[in-house]
């Protein structure tokens, strides 16, 4: 199977959707892999390192979407790469479709065979692919916050964690899946006062086992989010539901009621936001202000690292792209049902009950799409 490795065109995006060693693996398998020139200058791969590793290089995204068979990316595709999609092409990347019906409908247009990594699972539960993303979010959101807490990036100018004599800031995690946990990993580090707000009973007794008195554990609640919420420094959104739209757990009024200059990092954003007044924002321009309140939205935080971000990727998702290039999508994804949650659109058809049911679109079960 051709195997398709374009640069990455989302602002400041610096992963790659195949690393060398990933690329070397492939062509081993005897795949051929085309990359686009200078698609692995985020993480110090030249189009050199790239050739040594078996892979041909192309001068453009063109000529990569014309000749390969599956497309394999990290971030969704800008309209200018749907646009050069055609039917039964494998597009194997994040997606993250419920918030974004532009790019729904450009890829059930397409015709294209669409896998999300994020959607994809594993025996006993858990998103393995979006796993290691989730965990550099978490942690990085934690980094985020305290540079937006300083004054000059217009926080309320305080330190996490305090001086002898001076109280350290109130940290406040909505979710505890990986970004959560991740997150509150950090939080304690930094010697701040680290609430985890989660509806899972399991959930709260694992933090609590991992990271004892120093994260306070709290049951998810209308009343309980609302009364943390407004006496935090920092906010960190990690709430999660599988392919479908962040809930809204922090409303506009909510916002407009919190301490002035405290911070809130929307980790949820992909999926559209746990709060009410988030909107993308990106590496470039990361924050904005509303009610006093600093956002920090950025749709593609483990971007900012591409070195660890690229890595830990590939880890996860190359073995899930060598049954897809060995077997053949169809195979692939009928020998197994986690690779087959995965696919969301597949020749014109959404077949992702969660987007199916955000978006309004008729849903079609997976395997009546491998039957067809």
Known sequence: MHIGVPKEIKNHEYRVGLTPSSVREMVEHGHPVTVETGAGAGIGAADEVYEKAGATIAATAAE???KAEMIIKVKEPQAGERAMLREGQILYTYLHLAPDPAQCADLVSSGAVCIAYETVTQPGGGLPLLAPMSEVAGRLSIQAGAYCLEKAHGGMGILLGGVAGVPSAKIVILGGGVVGSNAAQIAVGTGAQVVVIDRSLDVLRRLDRQLGA??????SNRDNVEQHVLTADLVIG??????????KLITRDLV???KPGSVIVDV???QGGCCETAKATTHADPTYVVGNVVHYCVANMPGGVPNTSTYALNNATLPFALQIADKGWRQALQDSEHLRNGLNVAFGKVTCREVADDLKYDYHDALSVLAG
């Not at 990690?238 to 809930?247: D, K, Q, S, W, Y």
Request: charged share 10%; net charge neutral.
């Open 214 to 219: 120093r994260v306070i554990t709290v049951f």
């Open 268 to 270: 949820a954003i992909d």
């Open 256 to 258: 407009n009621a919190m």
């Open 64 to 66: 990569i979407f014309a």
């Open 238 to 247: 990690g709430v999660l539901i599988p392919g479908a739209a962040a809930p």
